[in-house]
């Protein structure tokens, strides 16, 4: 073969045009091989599951195996739905009335695997995956609440944990010991507004919020004054202490949003930056803005950008990765979640429509692992037509002397 290819370049000026035009090809396609590595492919738009489709997914807990979610969601038809498929059929359950659905206040599957919400003062539900639900309904002995968010240990049974509550016009916790009488509220919240709480460890819980700065302390309008994220440590051992808020880290900008495990690591997303928390309660910041953080079941942590970002960054085993996308991200997030080899996105797309966006996680290796093998071949191949050409030349140098 190589010979043949020899007595080809040897001929005269008639063929040196093919040469010259393979090696342009080659190039090109070289080209846009090596470019196209750089993409992220395992992105696309996908049709919403049973009862999910044309609805606006406002709240979405996903099962451990596909086909399994309970969801909150909206259409202009049907209302305020909360829905639950269990399995792979189009079979979808409507677990509560539009009237009760519209006073959910939050939707979580918590370390113990249990789907828990509220819609009532001093109320609480969880439901499991064939639809029964188990009411908790607390005394108002120790005052009436609102239920926001709720985190549990590890591999508890029922539900002993931690509550963010809303306490008229403030928010604070509230610790239930084996679904008993709660705890009296926390004593102080540093004057901020609590969003979300998250299990740390034996006793100790994190949670996120917005604190608003002292009038004019940051050079704001005594008018609007700035709200700074924070986040707290809070410590409740059980029984029925009243939980302490231990420590407060606040910090410059944005708002901390969401919470997502990677391996040991706790993963805070925010809009400006977001956080790695570390078992022995290390703080790392990291330069990734997000408008959500979820993790797969690998363990990795995505923080979905907002509608029309050109990057997804991912998080595991220490190490952040940036991809570019081959699209701009088509959804303005509201909710995620992950199931086998897969995260799903719900939100809504440019035109205010209903959209599901998801990821492939099993396609992340396509990014790098072709890149460096292309490279190669690339100037492998060039360098060999390049010398060929070149000694070509010289040949027919030669020759005219």
Request: net charge negative; charged share 15%.
């Amino acid at each position: 073969m190589a010979g043949g290819w020899r007595r080809l370049l040897e001929e005269e000026s008639e063929h040196q045009w093919l040469t010259l035009s393979f090696f342009i090809v080659f190039v090109v396609i070289g080209a846009l091989a090596i470019n196209a590595t750089e993409h992220f492919v395992g992105d696309r738009i996908t049709e919403p599951d049973g009862m999910l489709k044309d609805a606006f997914v406002t709240e979405i807990e996903y099962g451990s195996k596909t086909g399994y979610y309970t969801s909150l969601v909206y259409s202009p038809t049907d209302g305020h739905q909360m829905l639950q498929k269990s399995g792979k059929n189009d079979d979808t359950a409507l677990v509560l009335s539009q009237e009760d659905a519209k006073k959910l206040n939050f939707l979580k599957t918590t370390e113990n695997g249990e789907v828990y919400f509220s819609t009532l003062q001093n109320q609480l539900l969880s439901i499991d995956i064939h639809g029964g639900m188990t009411y908790i309904d607390f005394p108002n002995t120790n005052g009436n609440f609102t239920v926001l968010d709720v985190a549990t240990p590890g591999g508890s049974t029922g539900f002993a944990g931690l509550m963010l509550t809303s306490e008229n016009t403030n928010t604070s916790f509230r610790g239930v010991h084996d679904g008993f009488l709660p705890t009296h509220p926390m004593s102080t919240s540093s004057g901020t507004h609590w969003t979300n709480l998250a299990w740390f460890s034996d006793g100790l819980w994190v949670a996120i919020g917005l604190e608003a700065s002292a009038v004019g302390e940051d050079g704001s309008s005594p008018a609007t004054p700035q709200s700074n994220p924070v986040l707290g440590w809070i410590a409740w051992p059980g029984g029925q202490d009243t939980p302490e808020l231990m420590a407060v880290h606040s910090f410059d900008a944005g708002v901390f949003h969401s919470f997502a495990r990677s391996g040991d690591n706790l993963i805070v997303g925010g809009t400006v930056e977001s956080l790695v928390v570390s078992p022995n309660q290390e703080i790392e910041r990291l330069d990734v803005p997000s408008a959500l953080v979820v993790a797969d079941e690998e363990g990795t942590a995505w923080f979905i950008g907002p509608i029309g970002a050109e990057n997804l960054a991912t998080y595991n085993n220490g190490q952040t990765t940036v991809h570019q996308l081959s699209r701009p991200i088509p959804v303005d997030v509201v909710d995620a979640g992950a199931v086998d080899s897969h995260v799903h996105v719900h939100g809504t797309d440019a035109n205010g429509q209903p959209i599901q966006w998801s990821i492939d996680i099993t396609m992340d290796g396509s990014i790098e692992s072709g890149r460096g093998f292309l490279n190669l071949l690339f100037l492998l191949v060039g360098s060999i037509l390049i010398a060929m050409m070149l000694w070509h030349a010289a040949e027919q140098l030669r020759g005219s002397n």
